[in-house]
């Protein structure tokens, strides 16, 4: 089966500009999840979605990073402004059973 | 909240060497305990699970025994390879809601 797609897989952008990812999840699976993976740590996670509606967001900074995933298959996420500290590789993944996900090979982003 | 922690620093070992990556946890319940690995310029990879206490998981020689009493999930291999080389990063999921918390992660680096 087809695994999680991403795109773009890099994007350099100058600080303040608006950028945005998208990700296309397995076939059927109803989980979705983006992470941010800064250089030397462990992803963290951003929002889940289950279908279409948002589970957590918790971690999601809302004054310049939103996500969407409408008719609950495909998902972007969207920075605006970006600043520095956004460079990092942004992961998609996604479940069906309760446990293990798949993860997307991610968009490496740099902000200059 | 839950966390998980991963031994310091880089791996460097020779090929055929035994190789141990040590991750301890703290969380509530009973978690799941994931160890996934990441290849130069690619997304992470689903290496092995386990779901309840005294369980192992394994998959491509590797193993890791989910040991309650001590909270941790170490990674073990008898003979690595230079393949073989690549960030091991260990994770749990709270029963109930599948996301999961990363450690660090350690870099590994086989030499012929």
């Known amino acids: 089966e087809a695994g999680v797609a991403q795109s773009p897989r890099y994007k350099i952008i100058e600080k303040r500009q608006s950028v945005a990812f998208w990700c296309n999840p397995i076939?059927?699976?109803?989980?979705l999840y983006w992470y941010q993976q800064i250089l030397g740590q462990g992803p963290k996670l951003l929002i889940q979605f289950q279908n279409n509606g948002v589970v957590d967001d918790s971690q999601l900074p809302k004054d310049r990073f939103s996500a969407e995933r409408l008719k609950g298959v495909d998902s972007t996420l969207k920075i605006q402004p970006a600043k520095l500290e956004d460079s990092a590789v942004y992961l998609c993944?996604?479940?069906?059973?309760?446990?293990?996900?798949?993860f997307g090979p991610g968009t490496r982003l740099t902000v200059t | 909240g839950n966390s998980v922690t991963q031994m310091e620093g880089p791996v460097t070992l020779s090929e055929e060497a035994f190789l141990t990556i040590n991750c301890t946890y703290t969380?509530?319940?009973?978690?799941?305990l994931f160890w996934y690995v990441q290849y130069p310029g690619e997304g992470l990879q689903l290496l092995l699970k386990a779901t309840k206490a005294d369980d192992k998981g394994s998959n491509k020689g590797f193993e890791a025994t989910y040991r309650k009493e001590t909270t941790s999930f170490h990674l073990e291999k008898g003979s690595v390879q230079v393949s073989d080389s690549a960030v091991y990063f260990c994770?749990?999921?709270?029963?109930?809601?599948?996301?999961?918390?990363f450690g660090k992660g350690n870099q590994v680096v086989v030499i012929p």
């Open positions: 969380a509530t319940g009973y978690p799941s």
């Open positions: 994770a749990l999921s709270q029963y109930g809601n599948n996301r999961l918390a």
């Open positions: 076939s059927g699976h109803a989980t």
């Open positions: 993944a996604s479940s069906l059973e309760a446990v293990g996900q798949y």
